[in-house]
Nanobody, 125 residues
């Protein structure tokens, strides 16, 4: 069983930055970040897949150029660096992981096997 622990959320002013962390306890090959704002559906934010040959990253259009996803294999940790934050980025952010390398459908929550508890990100205007 894989456990995911997220951290790094908080309150920040518009234009500021936060870095979210997701530590996993198992052997996973795809990690995604999703978010859910009050009254809205969960949406894809970013994902990272890796093999011994490559690392690939994917982003939602709404965060492209502002957010960066990365992984430190030595620490079993995936990071989401969020810059130039906007009030519309306010949401609970969830980390999700899969033991598979997801080539397509990385932006669909049902493709992931494990989920973290979520961390709140609030961006004030």
């Amino acid at each position: 069983q894989v456990q995911l622990v997220e951290s790094g959320g908080g309150l920040v002013q518009a234009g500021g930055s936060l870095r979210l962390s997701c530590v996993d306890s198992g052997r996973t090959f795809t990690t995604g970040w999703f978010r859910q704002a009050p009254g809205k559906e969960r949406e894809f934010v970013a994902a990272i897949t890796w093999t011994t040959a490559y690392v690939r990253t994917y982003y939602a259009d709404s965060v492209k150029g502002r957010f960066t996803i990365s992984r430190d294999n030595a620490k079993n940790t995936v990071y989401l660096q969020m810059n130039s934050l906007k009030p519309e980025d306010t949401a609970v952010y969830y980390c999700a992981a899969s033991r598979r390398v997801i080539y397509s459908g990385y932006d669909v929550g049902s493709g992931y096997d494990y989920w973290g508890q979520g961390t709140q990100v609030t961006v004030s205007s």
